[in-house]
């Protein structure tokens, strides 16, 4: 009798620890399934955050003719068809601040080396286009057109650059231009940002009609321009947007 109640004992002390053990797998198994739900919950919020940080701030246009928005982006992150910029005179006092230092520096010193008066002087009005070459930039094709000297720049000129934008990407059949005045990143501070873009729109529109009256003569296809992207930073997009909303709000006579 004694040897089968010291065997009862031993056996109904593992079956109680058993118990306890299972009980307590259960409990710390619920508790490690609701801790990893959690941590799911916060790594996917984490990672929709991050996403909607990365995507960049864009303000539409109202009543455009031609779609147009106001994207928060720098042309150095631009993926595009064609990205067009602005740069002054080439000579030694017109420094690269900014987007075109950044710009030129991912293209490992091609703009320095182009910016020769015996090469691509920036006279008002002056045009080059390249394609970026491989590892460099995202985007297919950059136009840079001249803005001239930047003493005497006044916002007036980028009229004429509007209507270039307009024209040149039509004439190379892209749909999607992107534009970066690049005057700040230039050096030159005195003019505001929607002044800068009233007389850019300004000028693309004039572009846009001078095209449907040919279109409209036989005298030229169908323009292939479906919207137009204007690049500012986040300080100056607000601005921007007022800009060009008055150059729809001002039609010339």
């Given at each position: 009798?004694?040897?089968?109640?010291?065997?009862?004992?031993?056996?109904?002390?593992?079956?109680?620890?058993?118990?306890?053990?299972?009980?307590?797998?259960?409990?710390?198994?619920?508790?490690?399934g609701l801790s990893r739900e959690k941590t799911d919950q916060l790594t996917a919020s984490q990672a929709n955050g991050q996403a909607a940080r990365a995507k960049p701030k864009e303000l539409q246009v109202s009543n455009a003719p031609i779609?147009?928005?106001?994207?928060?982006?720098?042309?150095?992150?631009?993926?595009?068809?064609?990205?067009?910029?602005?740069?002054?005179?080439?000579?030694?006092?017109?420094?690269?601040?900014?987007?075109?230092?950044?710009?030129?520096?991912?293209?490992?010193?091609?703009?320095?080396?182009?910016?020769?008066?015996?090469?691509?002087?920036?006279?008002?009005?002056?045009?080059?286009?390249?394609?970026?070459?491989?590892?460099?930039?995202?985007?297919?094709?950059?136009?840079?057109?001249?803005?001239?000297?930047?003493?005497?720049?006044?916002?007036?000129?980028?009229?004429?650059?509007?209507?270039?934008?307009?024209?040149?990407?039509?004439?190379?059949?892209?749909?999607?231009?992107?534009?970066?005045?690049?005057?700040?990143?230039?050096?030159?501070?005195?003019?505001?940002?929607?002044?800068?873009?009233?007389?850019?729109?300004?000028?693309?529109?004039r572009g846009a009609r001078t095209k449907k009256v040919l279109e409209d003569s036989g005298a030229s296809p169908r323009a292939v321009i479906e919207d137009l992207t204007f690049l500012a930073g986040p300080t100056h997009a607000a601005d921007?947007?007022?800009?060009?909303?008055?150059?729809?709000?001002?039609?010339?006579?």
């Amino acid at each position: 009798m004694k040897t089968l109640s010291i065997f009862r004992s031993f056996t109904f002390v593992p079956l109680s620890l058993l118990a306890l053990a299972a009980t307590t797998s259960v409990r710390v198994l619920t508790e490690h399934g609701l801790s990893r739900e959690k941590t799911d919950q916060l790594t996917a919020s984490q990672a929709n955050g991050q996403a909607a940080r990365a995507k960049p701030k864009e303000l539409q246009v109202s009543n455009a003719p031609i779609p147009t928005r106001v994207l928060v982006q720098s042309p150095v992150e631009t993926d595009t068809e064609l990205q067009i910029i602005c740069l002054f005179e080439s000579s030694p006092e017109n420094t690269l601040h900014g987007s075109l230092a950044e710009i030129n520096e991912k293209l490992k010193g091609l703009l320095d080396k182009i910016r020769k008066p015996a090469l691509f002087r920036g006279e008002f009005g002056e045009t080059l286009m390249f394609a970026p070459p491989a590892g460099t930039l995202a985007v297919k094709r950059i136009l840079i057109v001249g803005l001239g000297d930047s003493e005497s720049f006044t916002s007036q000129r980028m009229e004429l650059v509007g209507s270039i934008v307009y024209r040149e990407s039509s004439r190379l059949g892209v749909a999607h231009p992107f534009f970066a005045p690049t005057i700040l990143d230039g050096g030159v501070t005195k003019f505001g940002t929607g002044d800068v873009a009233e007389r850019f729109y300004t000028g693309f529109l004039r572009g846009a009609r001078t095209k449907k009256v040919l279109e409209d003569s036989g005298a030229s296809p169908r323009a292939v321009i479906e919207d137009l992207t204007f690049l500012a930073g986040p300080t100056h997009a607000a601005d921007t947007q007022q800009g060009i909303e008055r150059a729809l709000a001002n039609p010339p006579n």
